[in-house]
């Protein structure tokens, strides 16, 4: 065929392709895009924009057909054709790079959908400036791969900057498509209220520059009816719950109906609103109603889609999982299996839409009392998981790590300590499977945050070193705000809290290279050949019972029979685990018998007893001769002190062993690591706050001037800083110091005593790194210059510090708001470097804290181990005869490092850091 020719008969096939993909008949579309493709390569050539845009095509075809693998093939040779002879900044780049990013968000790869969306949003950026509409689409682009990965947080600065953008190009469509992506960002957050109020603005919009009639009206509606749907949980009458749910099956009818009329029967819109009155169904209780509409859904789309297609596999995961529901057991089984095929074949072995699956057999099987076959699919959900989780940490900020972290892998973990705990509590299996995923997801995202921290502190970069200036800058404002609690300047932290989650972002992908050289899996094997003889891992966790899977998800756990589980591991014995008390009843003992300590009240000793029996007594017989407990806890247990709690015998635990506090197990693993100090120690006592007032009273510390002394004494080298030298600033300019004293007020105000901006973990997080700190010099003068915030220790340099002892109260307190997250001062400086931390649970006396501070150094100087170092202390405490009250010598934890502190160990230059 002449070119000419050629060229003319690629003209009509590609208007036969244009119209085939106007009708969604995708299967028919991909060999006519295959035909393009191979018309272009012979007259143009393959590194042609003639093939690039054939590619391209072809994959738009395959990914809407479902062949997601030979989409992403046909989407990545146009990427590298276009980059090839257009340059890697080429505007046409980015279109290609746009329909990468959402393959791979289809394909359940979140990490590399951001990738590719922000790369492309940085090409268009440069070729056509900030406010373009093109820049606004990609945003939205963007925004959705993170809302899908979990991030509820770093999408709404990049949709209210989409809003901006269309509001100034009076693009309206544009912009009530941004509206209401925005609106599922808070439905997300749980925020359903602004939510329905966003949903009802984009569908306005589009209605009025679109007609009634236009299918993005219906997604706006069914939107707005999810949102109105989740009022019913706070409904206690079952009538007024039915009053809502009519409304909403209303809503969902007429957005049915829109998109049957312009789309068809059998459109994939039409099946989506169809899930939704699935959904609508199983809330009110209706399972069979509920899976027949599933059925039906299903059916539909593997006739007009195709049984291997996405939606159509994951209306056939639904209609298993209502079989399950419903008590059809081997129908769940067989569909879960049918459906897990297919899933491999289309998203390959290792992807989140196999992982679902998995999961949902677990719970199948689980059901069935085949108790093997639910261990191995959670041994392969589980191996999926690992590199999945990986690339999260890679990849995401820390609002990312975080939610994925906190709901889609914490529920994994929930069921698999379930799994062993309620299902087969004498399988080693069960036991091996439960405790390594323990040791490997407890604290991951803590985890990550330290490693990008140590990452960036050996490679900065003149970029990395100006986005850390300004997260410093913004925490400290965010800090001043947060607990000033101002409603007026509610929007000012919201953007605040914005500008620091972009700011984490930029610091992840500096680190990016880092994180791929980090360490294998950790295994139980590994963390047992590093704990020494005479040690024992205790990893207390709350276990929650899989209840029945009633016709609402809420009803999948049981909440009301969550207990405490402690996993003991120790270097020469098998690891072993203990069912523990209700975490009802512990939490409630904590609470009291903190209460009684800070009161010093008689019942203090009975609580004190009775917690051991709870907690520590069934423990101690798995523990054989082991001395030194590294105590890795999970809620309210983080803020008792384990070394006063009585044994059988009356005696304080502090009698019989040396305890030590680990963020997570896997922490052992990092002891004795050598990164040598870079500065000597330095000390930060008996600031001079300044006159107090209204706004701010700090009062002077009166034991803190004998207690720096005291300190000063056992480091003659160290640098020490009172009364107006004790500053913010001071303590900002450190640069690894072999050690950190710092002898002031702590401020730790929990998330309960007032509402947060974003009424979700991520908030919390982000409120309790703020809502924790310490007063510094000058702080009733000028807060924001005095107090510094746990976010803002975050970019202090304690690389190399030995130890951090924190002598102000209440520095060990922590917000813990999932299974894998604490926030506070102890996870401030763990990220900022520190090797290890003593801390206090509460406000100690001043002069019984430099007695208590005097024994420490003294036994540091003489060579003992950390561990025993705080225990020597307590127990002179406990001997005196003004201080052997619990509340005076019980308060301070270790945490960290154990090993022994060298207060004359060289220096290394600070420009010599590796």
């Keep these: 065929m002449d070119p000419s020719t050629a060229l003319r008969f690629f003209d009509g096939l590609r208007a036969t392709f244009a119209e085939l993909m106007e009708r969604h008949d995708f299967r028919a579309a991909i060999p006519v895009g295959a035909e393009l493709v191979a018309i272009a390569e012979e007259v143009e050539g393959p590194w042609s924009g003639m093939a690039a845009v054939a590619w391209n095509n072809l994959g738009s075809a395959c990914q809407g057909a479902g062949n997601l693998q030979w989409a992403r093939r046909a989407f990545h040779r146009a990427v590298d054709i276009h980059e090839a002879i257009l340059g890697p900044q080429h505007p046409e780049l980015a279109i290609n790079l746009g329909n990468l990013g959402g393959l ?108 009634d009639d236009h299918p993005l009206v219906a997604t706006a509606l069914v939107g707005y009816a999810d949102a109105r749907m989740r009022e019913v949980e706070r409904l206690p009458s079952p009538d007024a719950r039915e009053e809502i749910y009519k409304r909403v099956e209303a809503l969902l009818c007429s957005a049915r109906t829109i998109c049957e009329q312009r789309l068809g029967a059998d459109h994939s819109q039409v099946a989506f609103v169809d899930s939704r009155l699935v959904a609508l169904a199983r809330a009110r209780g209706r399972v069979d109603e509920a899976l027949a509409l599933a059925r039906a859904i299903a059916q539909r789309l593997s006739d007009s889609m ?142 990550a945050s330290v490693d990008v921290m140590r990452a960036l502190r050996q490679t900065f970069s003149p970029a990395a070193q100006r986005s850390f200036d300004a997260y410093r800058t913004a925490a400290s404002e965010l800090a001043t705000l947060v607990l000033a609690d101002r409603p007026s300047e509610t929007e000012r932290r919201r953007a605040i809290e914005q500008q620091l989650a972009r700011i984490e972002e930029e610091l992840s992908g500096e680190s990016a290279a880092f994180r791929q050289a980090i360490a294998p899996p950790v295994t139980i094997d590994t963390v047992q050949k590093a704990l020494a003889d005479d040690a024992a891992l205790i990893e207390f966790v709350i276990a929650t019972p899989i209840g029945h899977r009633g016709t609402a998800i809420e009803r999948m756990w049981d909440w009301s029979r969550a207990r405490y589980v402690a996993y003991v591991l120790r270097s020469n014995a098998p690891p072993e685990f203990v069912e523990l008390a209700p975490a009802s009843l512990v939490d409630d003992l904590c609470r009291r018998f903190r209460k009684a300590i800070g009161a010093r009240t008689p019942d203090a000793g009975v609580l004190a007893r009775r917690l051991d029996e709870l907690l520590m007594l069934p423990v101690r017989a798995l523990l054989g001769q082991a001395r030194l407990l590294h105590l890795s806890l999970e809620g309210p247990i983080h803020l008792i002190p384990f070394a006063a709690l009585r044994d059988e015998n009356n005696e304080p635990l502090l009698a019989r062993y040396l305890i030590n506090h680990v963020d997570r197990g896997r922490d052992i693993l990092r002891f004795g690591a050598r990164q040598p100090p870079r500065e000597e120690a330095v000390i930060f006592a008996a600031p001079d706050f300044g006159v107090p007032n209204a706004s701010s009273a700090f009062m002077p510390l009166a034991g803190t001037e004998a207690e720096a002394r005291t ?124 090797q290890s931390q003593v801390l206090s649970l509460w406000k100690v006396h001043d002069f019984a804290t430099a007695e208590f501070m005097a024994a420490y150094y003294g036994a540091l100087s003489r060579g003992v181990t950390r561990a025993e170092a705080l225990r020597s202390a307590q127990v002179l405490l406990m001997r005196h005869p003004e201080y052997a009250d619990p509340v005076f010598w019980a308060a301070f934890i270790s945490l960290g490092d154990v090993g022994a502190v060298d207060l004359n160990e060289p220096l290394q230059s600070s420009d010599s850091l590796p």
């Design 306 to 447: 195709g049984p291997a297609n996405p939606e159509t596999l994951k209306q056939w995961n639904t209609v298993a999982v209502l079989c399950l529901e419903a008590g059809h057991l081997d129908e769940a089984e067989r569909l879960h299996l049918e459906t897990l095929e297919r899933e491999e074949r289309v998203f390959g072995q290792a992807s989140r839409a196999t992982l679902i699956t998995l999961d949902n057999l677990m719970h199948v099987y689980l059901a069935q009392g085949k108790i093997e076959k639910a261990i191995i699919t959670a041994e392969n959900a589980s191996r999926i998981e690992d590199p999945l989780i990986e690339r999260v940490l890679r990849s995401s900020p820390d609002s990312a790590r975080r939610a994925f972290l906190g709901a889609q892998a914490g529920a994994r973990f929930m069921a698999i300590l379930s799994l062993h705990v309620d299902f087969a509590p004498d399988d080693p299996a069960a036991l091996s499977l439960a405790l390594t995923t323990v040791l490997r997801r407890k604290g991951l995202a803590l985890e």
């Design 104 to 211: 791979y968000r289809a394909l359940g790869d979140f990490p590399h959908a951001i990738e590719f969306n922000a790369r492309a949003l940085t090409i268009l950026e440069s070729a056509y400036g900030a406010n373009d509409e093109r820049v606004g689409t990609t945003l939205n682009n963007l925004a959705l791969a993170y809302m899908f990965s979990g991030d509820f947080v770093t999408p709404e600065p990049l949709l209210r900057n989409a809003i901006r953008i269309a509001k100034e190009a009076s693009a309206m469509p544009e912009l009530a498509a941004s509206i209401k992506n925005l609106a599922e960002v808070l439905f997300g957050r749980g925020q359903y209220p602004d939510a329905a109020e966003l949903y009802a603005e984009a569908q306005s919009l589009f209605r009025e520059h679109l007609g």
């Design 711 to 834: 300190v000063s004494a056992a480091m003659p080298r160290a640098r020490l800083l009172t009364g107006k030298h004790a500053t913010k600033a001071a303590l900002a300019k450190v640069h690894g110091p072999r050690v950190v004293h710092l002898a002031t007020h702590g401020v730790f105000r929990s998330g309960s005593e007032r509402q947060t901006v974003f009424p979700d973990y991520d908030g919390m997080a982000v409120d309790a790194m703020a809502r924790s700190g310490v007063v510094l010099a000058g702080v009733n003068t000028s807060f924001a210059e005095g107090y510094l915030s746990a976010d803002e220790i975050l970019g202090i340099d304690l690389i190399g510090t030995r130890v951090v002892v924190m002598s102000a109260c209440g520095t060990g307190l922590i917000d813990r708001r999932t299974m894998d997250e604490i926030y506070g001062l102890r996870r401030a400086l763990s990220i900022a470097g520190a």
